[in-house]
C-alpha cells in the first residue's frame, strides 16, 4: 500500500510564495524507484500537470504557465517531494495532488499514467 500525504497549502497573496511537500509512505515499493508529478484541479476543472521530476532527479519538466516560477525537487531519504512556488498568481489557485508514476523509471505528464494521489492540499491566491 502506498500513502502519499500533501502539505503545505495555504492562502497568499499574488506574488506571494508557497512551499508544497508531500510524503510517501508503504512498505511495498523504493520510493527513488519512481517519477513524482504535480499536479492540480482549479473548481469546474480537470485536473492538469503541473510539474514532473525523475526518480532520481535528474531530469524536471514543468507545464509551460509555471515555468520559471515553480520548482519541483525531491529528497529520497526522506521520501519526499516539494513543490516551491514563487510569484504566484490568481490562476494558480486549485488543489495540488501529487502523485507516484504507476511504472517504475517513466516519464509521463499525463495524469492517466499517476496514482495513489493524496488528498490534496489547497492553494489560494489573492489579489
Known amino acids: 500500500q502506498v500513502q502519499l500525504v500533501e502539505s503545505g497549502g495555504g492562502l497568499v497573496q499574488a506574488g506571494g510564495s508557497l512551499r508544497l511537500s508531500c510524503t510517501a509512505s508503504?512498505?511495498?515499493?523504493?520510493?527513488?524507484?519512481?517519477?513524482m508529478g504535480w499536479f492540480r484541479q482549479a473548481p469546474g476543472k480537470e485536473r492538469e500537470f503541473v510539474a514532473y521530476?525523475?526518480?532520481?532527479?535528474?531530469?524536471?519538466y514543468y507545464t509551460d504557465s509555471v515555468k520559471g516560477r515553480f520548482t519541483i525537487s525531491r529528497d529520497n531519504a526522506k521520501n519526499t517531494v516539494y513543490l516551491q512556488m514563487n510569484s504566484l498568481k490568481l490562476e494558480d489557485t486549485a488543489i495540488y495532488y501529487c502523485g507516484r508514476c504507476l511504472r517504475a523509471r517513466y516519464v509521463s505528464f499525463d495524469a492517466a499514467d499517476f496514482g495513489f494521489w493524496g488528498q490534496g492540499t489547497q492553494v489560494t491566491v489573492s489579489s
Open positions: 508503504g512498505s511495498t515499493f523504493t520510493f527513488s524507484n519512481y517519477a
Open positions: 521530476i525523475s526518480w532520481n532527479g535528474g531530469a524536471q
